[in-house]
C-alpha cells in the first residue's frame, strides 16, 4: 500500500558525482590474463585497477547519477525517517533495456508519520491473506526502480511462530499496522521490556509475508542496480533461527532471495538486447575467523585476505563463470553441501558460519539486429560495465549453548557479529558529523570483508529478522537496534562503466574475433595435415565455448528446472525483442515489419472503434447500481439494528438466570457446609456413647456378679447359729471386691475371718430390717451409683441427650 504521506519531491535533485575510485572487495577486478575460461576459473583480484571513469555521469548524458540529497542539517534520527520508494512515472516512453535514455531514475521521497488510527493484527498477525499480485515480481513493476540512494535499505522481517513457540501458546509481541508497512512496535503489556516506540524502517515484512515478497519488496532494486553496474550488497541480520537463511535460500517450495535474484539475472538478460554480459559466480564461507573457498574443487580450501590502497581483496578466489541458471544452481548446492551447520539448542540445521555468495556482472553494450545503420563504435561501445551482487547469510548471534564445539564456533560468531555492530555505529556516528577517529574493520574477518561496501562502495539492503516470541525479546530489539543504526550509514555507490581492457567480457570478444578471423583465413584453403585439422577443430571448439559465456538475450534459455522463479511472465521489452534470426534477409525483415505495421493499423483501428463505442454507452445502468448499493447500505443498517435488539432481551434473561443460579449455589453451599459440621458433631457424640454403653455394660456385669456373691453372702449369714460355722467353712464365698462402690465395705478385699465377722454383724442386722426394702435398695444400687470418673451415670446420659438435642436444633434451620 503506498504510504498517504508524500513530500518534497521537489527537494530531489540531479547532482553529478565523480567516479569513485574505490573497488568492491570482490568486486571488478578480471584476471589479467586470462587465456581459457575453465568451468571454475580461479582469477587472482590482484589484477590491475579499473581506470577512473573519464566523466562523472549526469542525466544529461544519459548516465543514471541521480543524487538523492539529504540537507546536511538533517538530523540522523530524521535521516532514518526518510524513506526511499520508487516512483512509477505515468507514461513512461522509454523501453526497458534502453539504459542510455531511459535509466535516470525516479525517485520521490516520502516521509513516514504516525499513521492515525492504525488497526493492530492482533490475532490476524499469523493468518492474514498477501496480496496475491506481490507474489510474483513483473517486469513492469521494476521499471525505475533504479537508483542511487545515500540510505541503507533496511526491512524488518518477523518469522511465524515455531513450533516450541506455538505449543506455549505465546502471542506475537509485535504489533505490524495494516495500513502502514513501515513501522513496528511492542504489543502493549508485553513483559520485560518498557519499549514503547514505533520503530520505522524501509519495510516491515510480517509472518505471513513469503519469500517471493521479501524479494520483490527488498532485493529486487538492488538487483537490479547491480545488473546496470552499481555494486550492490543484500544480507541478513538477526540472532539464530529468526529465518536469515530462509529469507536467502529458502526451500524447494519458497525459493529465497539467492535463488529469486539468480532467475531475475537471468530474466533480465534475456530482455536486455542490446547488451551482452558475462557472469561469474563465487561462494566463500567464512567460519572461525577462516575464509574457505567453497566453489573450490578441494574441500576446505582456505583464502587469504590483503588490504590494498584500493581495498581488501581476496587471493586465489574462484569464480566460475556461468551460462544459465541451472548453472548457477549447481554450483550453490555444491557450495552448500560444503557449508557448516550444526544443531544448536535452537536450530536444527543453524549456519555455523557467514557465507558470502557473490555474482560479478560485465556487460557491454552490443548492436542489436536490425540495426543495419553501418557505424563507428563509440567510446560508450567500448565501456564496459563491471559490478558485483553479494548476498550474504551471517550466522546468528547465540547464547551459550549445551554444546563444547558449537561454543566455540558461537564465541567466533558472536565476537565478528560485535565488531559489525560496532563498526555500523562508527560509520553512524560519522555519518553524523561526530568525531570518529578509528572505525574498527580489522578487528573480525567478516568486517574487513564488508569494508569496502561499508565504506560506501555499494548499494546496501538489510533484512533483519526477528523472532515473535517473548522469549527472544532482547534480542529482537538488540537487532531493531542495529538496523536503527544502519539506516544511520550513508553509502556513495557509483555505476562503474569504464573502458577496461582487461575486462574479462573485453578480452573474450577479442579472443572471439582472433579466432573467427583466423579461421576464416583457413575456410578457402585445402584440409592440410591431420595436427591442422586437429588444431582448426580446436579453435572451433574454443570459439563456440566463448560464444556460450558471452550471454545475450538470445542465447540466454530460460531455466527448465521449473523453479517459480523461471514462471516470471516475459517482460514487454522481451515481446518487443523477439529472439532474432540473424540468418534472415533485410528483404524478408522488411516483409514481416510491413505486415507487422499492416496488423498494427487495424488493432488501432479496433481500439479507435472500441473507445467511441465505449463513449456512447448511456450511464443508466450505473445509476441503477448506485441506488441498489444505497439500499443494500439501508438494508444493513436496519439488519443491523434488528439484530442489537434481537440479542438485547436475550442477553437480560441470560444475567437473570446467571444471577439465580449463583444465588442459590451460594445458599446450598451453606447447608452443605453445616450438615457437614452437624455430621461430625452427631459421629463424636456417637463414639463417645459408644465408649460410655460399653463401660456400662462392664459395670453392670461385674455389679450384677457383685449382687449374687452378696445375696449368697446375706444368706449365709442368715443361716442359724448351728448350720453357719458349717456352712461358712464350706462355702466358697469369693472376697468381695467393690472398689469405689456405695455399697462395697470399707476395704476391697476381705479375707474370710472378716467376712465371718461381718456375717454376724450383718445377722444382727438384716434381722431388724425388712427384706424388700433391702432388695429395694439393691435396685437402686444396680442402676445407680458413680461412674469410673465420679460423674453420675444419669446425668451423664441426660447431657448426652442433650448434645442431641442441641445439634437436632441446629439441623432443624435446614
Ligand atoms: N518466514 C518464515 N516462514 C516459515 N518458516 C520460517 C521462516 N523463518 C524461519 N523459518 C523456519 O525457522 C527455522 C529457523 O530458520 P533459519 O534456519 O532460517 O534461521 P537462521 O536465522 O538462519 O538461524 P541460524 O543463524 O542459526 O542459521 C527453519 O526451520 C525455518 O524454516
Known amino acids: 500500500m503506498e504510504p498517504r504521506y508524500k513530500v518534497k519531491t521537489s527537494s530531489v535533485q540531479a547532482t553529478p558525482r565523480p567516479a569513485s575510485r574505490t573497488r568492491g572487495i570482490f568486486s571488478s577486478k578480471t584476471p589479467a590474463s586470462v587465456v581459457k575460461p575453465h568451468p571454475l576459473t580461479s582469477h587472482d583480484s590482484n589484477a590491475p585497477d579499473v581506470p577512473p571513469m573519464p566523466q562523472p555521469l549526469s542525466p544529461k548524458d544519459g548516465g543514471s547519477s541521480l543524487r538523492l540529497k539529504i540537507k546536511s542539517s538533517t538530523t540522523p534520527e530524521a535521516r532514518s525517517r526518510v524513506l526511499i520508494k520508487p516512483h512509477h512515472a505515468a507514461g513512461r516512453s522509454h523501453p526497458i533495456g534502453n539504459h542510455h535514455s531511459s535509466a535516470t531514475p525516479s525517485m520521490k521521497l516520502v516521509t513516514k508519520h504516525a499513521a492515525k488510527g492504525s488497526q493492530s493484527f492482533e490475532d490476524e498477525w499469523m ?102 553496474g552499481y555494486n550492490a550488497v543484500i544480507f541478513a541480520y538477526g540472532q539464530t533461527a529468526s529465518g536469515k537463511t530462509h529469507t536467502l535460500t529458502g526451500s524447494t517450495l519458497e525459493p529465497g532471495i539467492i535463488p529469486l535474484a539468480i532467475s531475475d539475472l537471468f530474466a533480465q538478460i534475456r530482455s536486455t538486447p542490446d547488451r551482452e554480459y558475462l557472469l561469474r559466480a563465487s561462494y566463500i564461507e567464512l567460519y572461525n575467523e577462516t575464509i574457505f573457498d567453497l566453489l573450490h574443487p578441494n574441500n576446505g580450501h582456505e583464502l587469504q585476505l590483503s588490504e590494498t590502497k584500493k581495498g581488501v581483496i581476496i587471493h586465489g578466489l574462484t569464480e566460475a563463470p ?59 561501445d567500448k565501456k564496459t560495465r563491471i559490478s558485483t551482487l553479494s548476498i550474504i547469510d551471517l550466522a546468528g548471534s547465540e547464547k551459550h549453548t549445551s554444546s563444547k564445539e558449537r561454543n566455540a564456533e558461537g564465541k567466533y560468531i558472536n565476537q565478528s557479529l560485535l565488531t559489525l555492530k560496532l563498526v ?75 573502458v577496461d581492457p582487461h575486462a574479462l567480457i573485453q578480452q573474450y570478444q577479442e579472443e572471439i574475433a582472433d579466432l573467427k578471423a583466423q579461421l576464416r583465413a583457413k575456410e578457402g584453403g585445402l584440409a592440410g595435415s591431420k595436427s591442422e585439422r586437429e588444431k582448426n577443430d580446436a579453435m572451433e571448439t574454443r570459439l563456440n565455448e566463448l560464444r556460450s559465456l558471452i550471454l545475450t538475450s538470445v542465447n540466454v534459455k530460460s531455466s527448465d ?105 451460594r445458599l446450598l453451599e451453606n447447608q452443605l457446609d453445616s450438615k ?27 455389679a450384677e456378679a457383685k449382687v449374687l456373691q452378696i445375696v449368697e453372702w446375706i444368706n449365709a449369714a442368715l443361716m442359724p447359729g448351728d448350720q453357719l460355722s458349717e456352712s461358712l467353712s464350706t462355702a466358697s464365698l469369693d472376697p468381695l471386691v467393690v472398689p469405689n462402690n456405695d455399697f462395697a465395705p470399707a476395704t476391697s478385699y476381705m479375707p474370710k475371718n472378716t467376712l465371718t465377722l461381718s456375717a454376724s454383724r450383718m445377722r444382727a442386722t438384716f434381722s431388724q430390717i425388712n427384706l424388700a426394702n433391702f432388695n429395694d435398695k439393691f435396685g437402686t444400687l444396680t442402676l445407680g451409683g458413680k461412674g469410673k470418673n465420679g460423674l453420675d451415670q444419669d446425668i451423664l446420659r ?15 434451620c435446614f
Not at 537508483?147 to 533496511?154: C, D, F, L, S
Not at 515481446?575 to 532474432?580: A, C, G, R
Not at 447431657?799 to 439441623?811: C, G, I, N, Q
Open 798 to 812: 441426660e447431657e448426652s441427650h442433650l448434645d442431641l438435642a442441641e445439634v437436632a436444633s441446629d439441623d432443624e
Open 424 to 498: 555500523i555505529s562508527k560509520l553512524a556516528d560519522l555519518a553524523s558529523k561526530r568525531n570518529v577517529t578509528h572505525i574498527p574493520y580489522r578487528d573480525s574477518k567478516l568486517t574487513r570483508l564488508l569494508q569496502n561496501s561499508l565504506s560506501g562502495d555499494a548499494l546496501i539492503s538489510v533484512i533483519c529478522t526477528v523472532s515473535p516470541s517473548s522469549l527472544n525479546l532482547a534480542e529482537s530489539i538488540s537487532t531493531l537496534a542495529f538496523a536503527q543504526g544502519l539506516k544511520r550509514v550513508v553509502l556513495k555507490a557509483q555505476k562503474k562503466e569504464v
Open 561 to 665: 528446472s521449473g523453479h517459480p522463479a523461471a514462471m516470471i511472465p516475459p517482460s514487454p521489452a522481451k515481446t518487443k525483442y523477439p529472439p532474432l534470426d540473424y540468418d534472415r534477409s533485410s528483404a524478408e525483415l522488411q516483409e514481416e515489419l510491413h505486415a507487422e505495421q499492416l496488423c498494427r493499423a487495424e488493432l488501432e483501428d479496433e481500439v479507435a472503434r472500441l473507445k467511441a463505442e465505449l463513449a456512447t454507452r448511456p450511464l443508466e445502468p450505473n445509476a441503477h447500481i448506485i441506488q441498489l448499493q444505497n439500499e443494500v447500505c439501508e438494508l444493513k443498517v436496519i439488519a443491523d439494528d434488528y439484530e442489537r435488539h434481537l440479542r438485547e432481551p436475550s442477553r437480560k434473561v441470560r444475567e437473570d438466570v446467571e444471577k439465580e443460579y449463583v444465588e442459590k449455589m
Open 676 to 702: 457437614r459440621i452437624w455430621a461430625h458433631r452427631l459421629d463424636e457424640n456417637v463414639r463417645r456413647l459408644t465408649a460410655e454403653n460399653k463401660e456400662l455394660k462392664t459395670r453392670h456385669d461385674e
Open 127 to 228: 493468518t492474514a491473506p498477501i496480496d496475491s499480485t506481490e507474489i510474483i515480481p513483473t517486469f513492469e513493476s521494476f521499471e525505475g526502480d533504479l537508483a542511487e540512494t545515500e540510505a541503507v535499505q533496511v526491512s524488518i522481517r518477523v518469522r511465524p511462530p515455531n513450533a516450541m513457540e506455538q505449543r506455549m501458546d505465546t502471542q506475537c509481541i509485535w504489533t505490524m499496522p495494516e495500513n502502514d508497512q513501515h513501522s513496528i512496535k511492542l504489543a502493549k503489556g508485553t513483559e520485560g521490556s518498557r519499549e514503547d516506540r514505533d520503530w520505522l524502517f524501509d519495510r516491515i515484512l510480517p509472518p505471513q509475508c513469503q519469500n517471493s515478497r521479501a524479494y520483490a519488496t527488498s532485493a529486487r532494486t538492488h538487483v537490479r542496480s547491480a545488473m546496470e
Open 322 to 380: 556461468v551460462k544459465n541458471e541451472d548453472e548457477v544452481r549447481r554450483l550453490l548446492r555444491s557450495g552448500e553441501d560444503k557449508r557448516r551447520v550444526g544443531a544448536t539448542d535452537w536450530n536444527s540445521r543453524s549456519s555455523r558460519s557467514h557465507c558470502v555468495f557473490r555474482i560479478t556482472i560485465e556487460s557491454r553494450a552490443r548492436s542489436v539486429a536490425g540495426d543495419e545503420t553501418p557505424r563507428a563504435p563509440s567510446r560508450d
